[in-house]
Nanobody, 116 residues
Framework: QVQLVESGGGTVQPGGSLTLSCAASGFSFSDYAIYWHRQRPGKMRELLVFMSVADGSTNYVNSIKGRFTATRDNAKSTSYLQMNALKPEDTAVYFC?????????WGQGTQVTVSS
């Protein structure tokens, strides 16, 4: 059974940090590109990070560049999103996606709330 399960969300004060995990099972994780997305309240889902399999590169959108770091551990079939210097506008549901050609797998999302 194909699964992606995000975890690590929660409530944190502005300036704080969280690390999200995205654990995969049921498919060959190392063959898949990994994307991290978020959906802020009242907004459309937005792409944050693209981790390429082809060249091993990781690309970030400007709003999180320098604050968020995405990594993957293929041995554990897990991707991580380290989030530092969190801002109230980072409040959102965060999703991971694994994609290979026409195959796309999504997690259920994890809530991150940044509030004092």
């Amino acid at each position: 059974q194909v699964q992606l399960v995000e975890s690590g969300g929660g409530t944190v004060q502005p300036g704080g940090s969280l690390t999200l995990s995205c654990a995969a099972s049921g498919f060959s994780f190392s063959d898949y590109a990994i994307y991290w997305h978020r959906q802020r309240p009242g907004k459309m889902r937005e792409l944050l990070v693209f981790m390429s399999v082809a060249d091993g590169s990781t690309n970030y959108v400007n709003s999180i560049k320098g604050r968020f770091t995405a990594t993957r551990d293929n041995a554990k079939s897990t991707s991580y999103l380290q989030m530092n210097a969190l801002k109230p506008e980072d409040t959102a549901v965060y999703f991971c996606e694994a994609r290979r050609f026409q195959n796309s797998h999504w997690g259920q999302g994890t809530q991150v709330t940044v509030s004092s």
